[in-house]
C-alpha cells in the first residue's frame, strides 16, 4: 500500500473560483484577496488581516511593522521551523531561544521571564503542531515586561486555548497556507492584527511601501503613487486568495475529519509503549496539523528508512534550529544549549495527516511502525 505523506484537499469549488478569477482584470492583489481578509479576520476574530506571500514573511512584516529590528532580541523557540528565527534575522534582530515543554513541544512558560534582558523587545511563540502556547500565561509576562508579542500560528488557523483563539492576546499572528497546510493556495499567509494602524503599515510594506497598489491605481480614473518608505514584495495575489476562500468555507468540516483521523491513529497508537505522543493540552482545541510520534531516538532514522520502503510518506518536524549549521556559526550554538528541543527533535517522526485519509490506511501506518518497533 502507498500512503502519501499529505494531499491537499482541492475541489470543484477551488477550481472554479480560479476560473473565475483566471477570466478576470486582476490576477495581483485586488477584490478577491480584500474579500479573503475581511472573511479570514471574521474567523479568527480578529479586527484585520492582511494577504502576504508566506508566514515567513508574515513574522518579518509584522516585527518590522512593530518597530523591532537592529539590536532588539526576540524571545522565541528553537523546536519550530526555520522561517520563525530566519523573520526575526530579516527584521535585524537577534533571536533568543527558549527551551520547550516535554510533553507538547511548545515553548516553556516558566523560562521566557530568565531570558529577558535590556535588549528584548518582542515574544514569539509557536504553536507547534497545531496546540496553542499557554497565551494567557505569555501575555501576562509581555505586559508586565512591556514586550510585543507576534505568534508563529503556521499551524494553528483553527486553534483554541482557554477559550482564547489565535492573535487575541497578541499584537500580531502569521499564518502559513503552504502545500502542506490545513488551507493552502500552494504558497501564501496571512497576518492578523488588532491595530488600524498597523494594517495599514502592513499593506503599503507588503508592496514595496508604496501609497497605492495596481488595483486602486487602475480600476478608477489613474491616480500617482508615492513610496514613503522601502518595503517589500510580500502581496497576496488573487490567484491565491480565489483558492483560500472556498477552503475557508470548509475549514471547520476538514477539521473535523482531520479528527476522524486523529482519532483512528490513537486507537491503534495510544497504548503502545514504544510510542509517545505529544499532549494535547486540557481546555484547548488543537488545530491538529501534524500527527506526530515519538519513538527511541536510536531507533528513529531506521523506522523513518522502513517506513518509507513501505510506501509510507514521512516527515521530521522539526530538527532544533539552533543546531543548524549557521545559527551554530553565527551565535556559537552546541549540542546540550536546549535539550528538551534536542530531545524531541532525535525522536520525533511525523505521520501522514489529512482529511482524505481513509482508516483502513491509516491502519497499515500504524501496523507498520509497530511491526518496526517490535
Given amino acids: 500500500m502507498k500512503v502519501d505523506?499529505?494531499?491537499?484537499?482541492?475541489?470543484?469549488?477551488?477550481?472554479?473560483?480560479?476560473?473565475?478569477?483566471?477570466?478576470?482584470?486582476?490576477?495581483?492583489?485586488?477584490?478577491?484577496?480584500?474579500?479573503?481578509e475581511t472573511k479570514f479576520a471574521n474567523y479568527t476574530a480578529a479586527p484585520y488581516?492582511?494577504?502576504?506571500?508566506?508566514?515567513?514573511?508574515?513574522?518579518?512584516?509584522?516585527?518590522?511593522?512593530?518597530?523591532?529590528?537592529?539590536?532588539?532580541?526576540?524571545?522565541?523557540?528553537?523546536?519550530?521551523?526555520?522561517?520563525?528565527?530566519?523573520?526575526?534575522?530579516?527584521?535585524?534582530?537577534?533571536?533568543?531561544?527558549?527551551?520547550?515543554e516535554p510533553d507538547t513541544g511548545n515553548i516553556d512558560v516558566a523560562n521566557i521571564e530568565k531570558a529577558i534582558t535590556k535588549k528584548t523587545k518582542a515574544i514569539m511563540p509557536v504553536h507547534l503542531y497545531g496546540q496553542l502556547c499557554d497565551m494567557k500565561s505569555i501575555s501576562a509576562i509581555a505586559k508586565s515586561a512591556k514586550l510585543r508579542i507576534i505568534e508563529d500560528a503556521a499551524h494553528a488557523v483553527e486553534a483554541t486555548r482557554d477559550g482564547i483563539?489565535?492573535?487575541q492576546l497578541s499584537d500580531a499572528a502569521a499564518f502559513s497556507f503552504y502545500a502542506t497546510k490545513n488551507m493552502t493556495s500552494g504558497e501564501g499567509g496571512a497576518i492578523t492584527v488588532r491595530s488600524k494602524r498597523v494594517r495599514n503599515i502592513l499593506r503599503q510594506s507588503r508592496s514595496h511601501g508604496m501609497t497605492k497598489d495596481a488595483a486602486s491605481r487602475y480600476q478608477k480614473k489613474f491616480q500617482h503613487y508615492?513610496?514613503?518608505?522601502?518595503?517589500?514584495?510580500?502581496?497576496?495575489?488573487?490567484?491565491?486568495?480565489?483558492?483560500?476562500l472556498p477552503q475557508l468555507e470548509r475549514v471547520e468540516k476538514n477539521?473535523?475529519?482531520?479528527?476522524?483521523?486523529?482519532?483512528?491513529?490513537?486507537?491503534?497508537?495510544?497504548?503502545?509503549?514504544?510510542?509517545?505522543?505529544?499532549?494535547?493540552?486540557?481546555?484547548?482545541?488543537?488545530?491538529?496539523?501534524?500527527?506526530?510520534?515519538?519513538?527511541?531516538?536510536?531507533?528513529?532514522?531506521?523506522?523513518?528508512?522502513e517506513l518509507e520502503s513501505a510506501g509510507i510518506g514521512v516527515a521530521i518536524n522539526f530538527r532544533p534550529i539552533h543546531l543548524m549549521s549557521f545559527y551554530r556559526k553565527r551565535f556559537g550554538f552546541r549540542k546540550g544549549d536546549f535539550p528538551v528541543a534536542e530531545n524531541i527533535g532525535n525522536k520525533v517522526i511525523t505521520l501522514p495527516l489529512y482529511p482524505t485519509l481513509k482508516p483502513g490506511q491509516i491502519k497499515y501506518v500504524?501496523?507498520?511502525?509497530?511491526s518496526l518497533l517490535g
Wanted: aromatic share 8%; glycine share 8%.
Fill in 5 to 36: 505523506f499529505f494531499r491537499h484537499n482541492i475541489t470543484s469549488a477551488e477550481r472554479k473560483a480560479l476560473d473565475k478569477t483566471l477570466r478576470g482584470l486582476f490576477i495581483s492583489t485586488g477584490d478577491e484577496v480584500a474579500t479573503f
Fill in 49 to 100: 488581516a492582511v494577504g502576504v506571500t508566506s508566514a515567513t514573511a508574515g513574522l518579518h512584516l509584522a516585527l518590522e511593522s512593530l518597530g523591532i529590528g537592529r539590536g532588539d532580541e526576540v524571545i522565541t523557540s528553537p523546536m519550530s521551523f526555520i522561517a520563525t528565527s530566519n523573520s526575526i534575522l530579516h527584521a535585524g534582530a537577534t533571536p533568543k531561544f527558549v527551551d520547550v
Fill in 165 to 167: 483563539k489565535v492573535g
Fill in 226 to 244: 508615492d513610496m514613503k518608505f522601502c518595503g517589500w514584495k510580500y502581496n497576496m495575489s488573487n490567484i491565491q486568495a480565489a483558492l483560500l
Fill in 255 to 305: 477539521l473535523r475529519l482531520r479528527q476522524k483521523a486523529w482519532d483512528v491513529y490513537l486507537k491503534h497508537l495510544s497504548d503502545v509503549p514504544k510510542i509517545g505522543l505529544p499532549k494535547i493540552v486540557a481546555g484547548s482545541r488543537s488545530a491538529l496539523h501534524l500527527f506526530t510520534v515519538w519513538v527511541s531516538p536510536k531507533k528513529r532514522n531506521s523506522i523513518l528508512t
Fill in 366 to 370: 500504524c501496523d507498520t511502525l509497530k
